[in-house]
Each structure stands twice: as structure tokens, then as C-alpha cells.
């Protein structure tokens, strides 16, 4: 199974601020993701993260929000851009090995 | 649209009494479905992959199972570090390897 580190494992920041999420895969993995989670709700996928290319993002997601990066097949960054109080939850990177999709330790953010 | 509904929302058990929780999925054609344990405030642990219907896995005191409409988590005797939110997710066949995620069951062990 991948292992997967992401950080900061925590923030707090200032609205109209940006912070930037690393998640680090310790093997080759097929695709990697990113998840948003609101206290007490399921996960709410953000976008994939292609490879070499401009990842592809989900209805209400948008670039100049959440741009995305991924340079090689085992790390990717997840950017919060102009940050506000409803961008406060956990960020969550996953990464898919053959069929089976592993999870950061994710990142919760408090936006102030 | 690939849904999963799992129930119940919130379970409340004492110590060593034994229960199931309970996914249903629609999906058009199943790669696979996966359960995860999630503790508060950290990203989802991975339990188990299930493939095909009577298919069966287990670890410690989880057991899941799959039939073509539903999975179960059972629970055998839990223990308080058992409390945690247990996520079904789905893939489906011939898609991408983007999983469908249900809301969870929130797991409750009193001691």
C-alpha cells in the first residue's frame, strides 16, 4: 500500500491569504487526488491531479481557486487561493495504487 | 450516477456488543468497494477492498461483506477504540478510478 504525507497537517490563516498543500506519495501511483471534508460530511472531491498537465476539476471547483500542480507521477500541491471563513475544513490528498485509493493524513485549515 | 447510502448515520454500542453497518450502492457495473475507517481530524484509513459478491474479508474484529445491492461492516465484540466514522466508497467498472464516497456511519463504543 502507498503511504502518503502531506503537510502542514495543520494552518490558520488570514482571509485573502493563500496556502499551499504538499502531498508527498512514497511510490509510483496510478492517479492522485484531491478531497475537501466539512466537519460531519462525507468528502467532496476537488479535482484530479494530471500529471504533467492542468488537472480537472469538479463542478463548483474552479483554477484561480484551487490551482493544482503535479510535476512527476509521486507529488502534488493543492493551492487555496484568497482564502475566506467558508474555505475552513480538512483538505485531504489520495492517491490511487491498481484499484485502491490510499489517503494523506490531511490538512485542516482554519480561515480567520 | 453512481450512489452509496449508508446507515445508520450514528451508532451508539457498549463494549462487546456485536453489530453491522450497512452501504448500499447503485452503480453501473462494480470495480470494487472499499471501506475506510476515518478517526476525527485525520484522512481515511483504508480496511478493505471487496470485488465481487460473496466476497468476504476480514481484519481483527471487522468482517465486511458483499452481495450485488450491499455491503456490511460487522463488528464482532467491539472495543472503545473502535469508535471511529466508517466510509463505503464505490468504483465503477469501465470509468475512471474516482471513488463515490457515501456520508459514513459514526461509530460510538462505550466502555
Known amino acids: 500500500s502507498a503511504v502518503i504525507s502531506q503537510k502542514p497537517s495543520r494552518d490558520i490563516c488570514q482571509r485573502g491569504t493563500s496556502l499551499t498543500i504538499q502531498c508527498q506519495v512514497d511510490?509510483?501511483?496510478?492517479?492522485m487526488f484531491w478531497y475537501r471534508q466539512q466537519p460531519g460530511q462525507s468528502l467532496t472531491l476537488i479535482a484530479t491531479?494530471?500529471?504533467?498537465?492542468?488537472?480537472?476539476?469538479e463542478s463548483g471547483f474552479v483554477i484561480d481557486k484551487f490551482p493544482i500542480s503535479r510535476p512527476n507521477l509521486t507529488f502534488s500541491t493543492l493551492t487555496v487561493s484568497n482564502m475566506s471563513p467558508e474555505d475552513s475544513s480538512i483538505y485531504l490528498c489520495?492517491?490511487?495504487?491498481?484499484?485502491?485509493?490510499?489517503f494523506g493524513q490531511g490538512t485542516r485549515l482554519t480561515v480567520v | 450516477e453512481d450512489q452509496v447510502t449508508q446507515s445508520p448515520e450514528a451508532l451508539r454500542l457498549q463494549e462487546g456488543e456485536s453489530s453491522s453497518l450497512n452501504c448500499s450502492y447503485t452503480?453501473?457495473?462494480?470495480?470494487?468497494l472499499f471501506w475506510y475507517r476515518q478517526d476525527p481530524g485525520k484522512g481515511p484509513e483504508f480496511l478493505f477492498t471487496?470485488?465481487?459478491a460473496g466476497e468476504e474479508k476480514e481484519k481483527e474484529r471487522l468482517k465486511a461483506t458483499l452481495t450485488k445491492k450491499e455491503s456490511f461492516l460487522h463488528i464482532t465484540a467491539p472495543k472503545p477504540e473502535d469508535s471511529a466514522t466508517y466510509l463505503c466508497?464505490?468504483?465503477?467498472?469501465?470509468?475512471?478510478?474516482?471513488?463515490?464516497f457515501g456520508r459514513g456511519t459514526s461509530l460510538i463504543v462505550h466502555p
Open positions: 471487496l470485488y465481487s
Open positions: 511510490s509510483q501511483v496510478t492517479m
Open positions: 466508497a464505490v468504483q465503477a467498472a469501465g470509468g475512471s478510478y474516482i471513488p463515490t
Open positions: 489520495s492517491a490511487t495504487q491498481d484499484t485502491e485509493a490510499f
Open positions: 491531479a494530471n500529471q504533467g498537465s492542468e488537472a480537472t476539476y
Open positions: 452503480v453501473s457495473g462494480l470495480r470494487g
